[in-house]
Structure formats: C-alpha cells, structure tokens
C-alpha cells in the first residue's frame, strides 16, 4: 500500500508540474491557451457515485474542488463507470482533484466521481478545460466533417457533457438501502 502511495504522490508531481497553481484556477489566472468548456456542480453521498460522460477530444484538464466533504475523481476511456476498481486516472485527494485526460483517450471518456465514505455528503465543483497548447497532428487522417467539427470544438455544447445518473435517484436509493436496512 505505501509502494502504490508513493507511486501516486510521484505521478501526482509530474502531474502538477505541467499544471497551474490551484489558486490560478480560483482566481482566473490559467493560460489564455485553455478554454473554459463546462463548470459541472453537485452533490454526491457518501460511498456512491455520480458518472458523467466526455465526448470532446483533445487534452481536457478536469479541476474539481470538493466544495464540502470530499469528492473524487476516476477517470477511464474502457469503461463509462470508472470506479476505485476500474480507472485509468484518479485524484483522490482532499479538496482540489486534477486530471489531464490525453488527447489519445477513446471517446467518450467516462467520469466517476466518488462521495467518500468519511461524510454523509460532499458538494463539488468541476471546471473543465481545453488545452490549446497541444498542436493536433498535421498528418492525422481527418474527414471534412473532422475538420468542421474541431474548428467548432471550444464552443461544445452541454449536452456533450451529461451526467448519466441523477442525483435524485442516487439520493433515493440510498434511502431505499436505508430502509431496507432497518427493517429486515
């Protein structure tokens, strides 16, 4: 366990150094290079999860900051519900969770953010952004409606970005265990 910590805390180094500081992210002060696409909020409850699909290519960086309790992040291009079990990236940390998803990740990248057992409940704030400064390959072999659609790119709508799971229905489940729990 502590070989895989380390081994988080090294990736998680490397990681921030091609990153801004968090208080740039708060305080607006990220590269002009990097378009701001979406800023998802919510709540999630402790041991669940809430999922959330990408669909825009390019390098994304994914800034989530557990507004209460503490939220975190796994991210996957093989599964549309990464878990603690199945991820290709995570942050888990307390408060500000980074991931950069490369521009090479197959679309749609699934999100799995975790309400972590320690709370009740945990609110959160996901801002996600385009890196520009990543020169796409001149020699990738793209259509025509390729072309249109990466021109249009840092404009994407909401609807590429859709939770797959409602709130309201994870909160009534976990009622419905609650229930369930106490009467049997």
């Not at 998802?40 to 209460?68: A, C, E, T, W």
């Not at 659609?149 to 609650?178: A, N, R, V, Y």
Request: hydrophobic share 35%; proline share 5%; aromatic share 10%.
């Amino acid at each position: 366990m502590l070989c895989c910590s380390a081994l988080v805390l090294l990736l998680l180094s490397q990681a921030q150094g091609h990153l801004p500081p968090t208080e740039d992210v708060e305080g607006g002060g990220l590269p002009q290079e990097y378009v701001l696409l979406h800023v998802v909020q919510g709540h999630i409850g402790g041991g669940n999860y809430s999922y959330l699909r990408l669909n825009h290519d390019g390098r994304i960086i994914l800034f989530m900051h557990s507004l209460k309790g503490d939220a975190d992040l796994y991210v996957s291009d093989k599964t549309l519900r990464p878990s603690f079990d199945t991820y290709k990236l995570q942050s888990t940390t307390c408060g500000q969770d980074v991931v950069v998803v490369p521009g090479d990740f197959v679309r749609p990248v699934g999100i799995g953010i975790y309400g972590h057992p320690s709370y009740v409940e945990s609110e959160f704030e996901m801002r996600v952004f385009y890196d520009q400064t990543v020169a796409l390959d001149p020699f990738e072999k793209s259509s025509s409606e390729d072309a249109d659609e990466i021109k249009k790119f840092p404009q994407g709508s909401e609807e590429d970005f859709q939770e797959e799971e409602s709130i309201f229905w994870t909160i009534m489940i976990g009622l419905l265990k609650i229930t369930v729990e106490i009467l049997f």
